[in-house]
Structure formats: structure tokens, C-alpha cells
């Protein structure tokens, strides 16, 4: 009997992972390539660093395209620009030989990763944010509207307040912390207004979002107004999850899974703390727990669910017991 093979591609704005399983639960390959956001690189940088992905993540496994039984292919900003749907929904066809592929827009990666495919909502704070849930077959999504006017609670946003707080602190608006002195010493100021050629010559969402990191730091050093800044984050990344509740009519005391995924949460109790506290005053149902899977794990898990095979209990448990190698191969 032929195994069979289910694909997951994760896409994002800093990088794109692909993991292939079988139906067993078992790992056949992993991979990571640079990013898929087709608004940066255009429709054929997306194709290129789509075809080289999957020609990297086949080569690992020996296989071919046809070897893959069904595939899901989680895109940053599918579904979001109605003239290039046609354009990214047709992308796979060639590359994989055969029309078994569904895309979608990435945030099914993280819900399907988070709760293993199972009814709850996931809330994505990477370099954007935006929250995606399910529900007796019925889905819906609030924010993710970008990073000019949306993505409250990312990464972006979060180390945008973060700026705007260093501005205030070295005009006097704001007594100077902690955080003045961790930007000067990252970013090697030499003096503050320096800042302003660091940050709009070298303007991209991957490199304004990693100064998030120096406002957890700021924070965890003691600073109390970036300590307010992920408090202000957590709210609004509790909002969306509240959103996606209410979209999709749980009663009122009905349990809400909800679980989480991007690099904002790597900050650990600083935003999961207030998280938890911000979902409680929205409602009482929120069940926060720890995500099960990475999000490219979780397109590989949607992949046999859209084929009408999904993974049985062993093979979830089987994938589970195979997490630390899919970190690994995505590593290399």
C-alpha cells in the first residue's frame, strides 16, 4: 500500500515553513524558507520562493509533487485583495502537478496548529495580528488589517509604541527608563535624532517589528511605561479574540478554547499574564491554553482534514511525540 502524504505551508512576512507528514502522524520532511508576502515580493517572487521551498522539502523526501495525496497552502494576506485571488489560488498548480491543494489565508495554519483542528479560536501576534476561529463549521477572522492602520498587538505595533515612547522620553515629555537607554545601546546611537535614519531609510515590517524585542527587555528591566505598552497589548488581542466569539454566537456559557501563536508570546508571562486577565473581563467562557502544534504542522493536520482523511487520535499523539524533529528539520 502507497503512503500517503499530507503538505503544510505556513507563509508569513519574515519566513515560510513547509512540513510533510503522513497519515500515520509521522514527519517525512521539513523545511523553512525566506518570506511569502506577496504585497512585498510580488505574485513571482511568491512563485519562486514557493517553487524553491517545495523543491528543497521533496528533495528531503524523495518524492514528487504527485506523492502528495492533498495540501494547504496558508498565505499572509490571502483572501484580502479580491484582483490576486485568481493569480494566488492558481500558484501551486505547476508546482505541484495536480489540483489537490487548497489556499487559504495563513491564520488557518496557526488555529489548526494551536487546537489541532478542533472547534476554538487562535490569536496570531507575529509581526502582524489578527485572530481566526471555528465553530460547528462555521469560521470567521477579526484584524488583520495591516500594519498602517491595523495590527494592534503585534510585534509592529508593539514596537511602534515603543519608538514613539523613546521620542518622548528623549524630548522630556516623558521622564526617561529603561527603554531610552536599551534602544541607544541597541541601535548604537550616537545621538537620539539618529534614530530617525536608522528607522526611515531601512523601513520594513521584518526590521521595525524585531525592535519589539527591545521593549520587552525595556519591561522586564522594570520600565512601567513599556510594561503599559504589552498590558495595552494584551487588550487588544483579547479584543479580537472577543470579536471572533461573538461572530461566531457561543453561548454565553459555553467554553471558548483559545490559544495563541508569533514570536510576540515568546515574551512569555509579559504578555501571556495580562492576556489571560483582559480575556477574563471580556468573558468568563475564554479557556486559554498552550498551543499543541506550530502553525506549518497545523496546515499539514487542515491538509488531511480538507482531503477527508483526518489524522486519527494516534496519529495526533504520533505528531505530537514528533514536534521536537519538525523544530529540528525546520531549523536546517
Not at 489578527?130 to 477579526?142: D, F, H, N, V
Request: glycine share 12%; proline share 4%.
Amino acid at each position: 500500500m502507497s503512503r500517503t502524504f499530507f503538505l503544510g505551508v505556513d507563509g508569513g512576512g519574515t519566513k515560510t515553513q513547509y512540513v510533510l507528514i503522513d497519515r500515520d502522524g509521522n514527519l517525512a520532511a521539513a523545511h523553512e524558507g525566506p518570506a511569502s508576502y506577496h504585497l512585498e515580493i510580488g505574485i513571482d517572487g511568491l512563485r519562486r520562493v514557493l517553487a524553491d521551498g517545495l523543491m528543497a522539502l521533496f528533495g528531503k523526501a524523495a518524492i514528487d509533487g504527485n506523492a502528495v495525496s492533498h495540501a494547504f497552502f496558508g498565505l499572509p494576506a490571502y483572501g484580502e485583495d479580491s484582483a490576486a485571488q485568481l493569480l494566488l489560488d492558481a500558484l501551486p498548480e505547476p508546482l505541484l502537478g495536480h489540483r489537490r491543494y487548497q489556499c487559504g489565508n495563513d491564520m488557518v495554519c496557526a488555529w489548526a496548529g494551536s487546537l489541532g483542528g478542533e472547534d476554538g479560536i487562535n490569536v496570531v501576534a507575529g509581526t502582524g495580528s489578527i485572530g481566526y476561529g471555528e465553530r460547528r463549521g462555521k469560521a470567521a477572522r477579526a484584524g488583520g488589517w495591516g500594519e498602517l492602520f491595523g495590527d494592534e498587538g503585534s510585534a509592529y505595533w508593539i514596537a511602534v509604541q515603543g519608538l514613539n515612547l523613546f521620542t518622548r522620553m528623549s524630548d522630556g515629555r516623558l521622564p526617561k527608563g529603561p527603554l531610552h537607554a536599551v534602544f541607544r545601546e541597541a541601535l548604537g546611537l550616537a545621538v537620539d535624532l539618529d534614530l530617525c535614519a536608522q528607522v526611515m531609510n531601512a523601513h520594513d515590517r521584518g526590521n521595525i517589528a524585531a525592535m519589539s524585542q527591545l521593549v520587552a527587555r525595556a519591561a522586564q528591566d522594570g520600565d512601567r511605561a513599556a510594561l503599559r505598552i504589552f498590558d495595552d497589548a494584551a487588550r487588544e488581542l483579547a479584543a479580537i479574540a472577543d470579536a471572533v466569539r461573538r461572530t461566531l454566537q457561543f453561548a454565553p456559557n459555553e467554553p471558548v478554547p483559545v490559544s495563541y501563536s508569533g514570536g510576540v508570546f515568546n515574551a512569555g508571562e509579559l504578555i501571556l499574564g495580562p492576556f489571560q486577565r483582559h480575556l477574563e473581563t471580556q468573558s468568563q467562557s475564554f479557556q486559554l491554553q498552550a498551543p499543541m502544534f506550530v502553525p506549518s504542522a497545523g496546515a499539514a493536520i487542515h491538509a488531511a482534514r480538507l482531503a477527508g482523511q483526518p489524522l486519527s487520535v494516534h496519529a495526533m499523539q504520533r505528531l505530537r511525540e514528533t514536534s521536537g524533529a519538525i523544530a529540528a528539520g525546520l531549523r536546517r
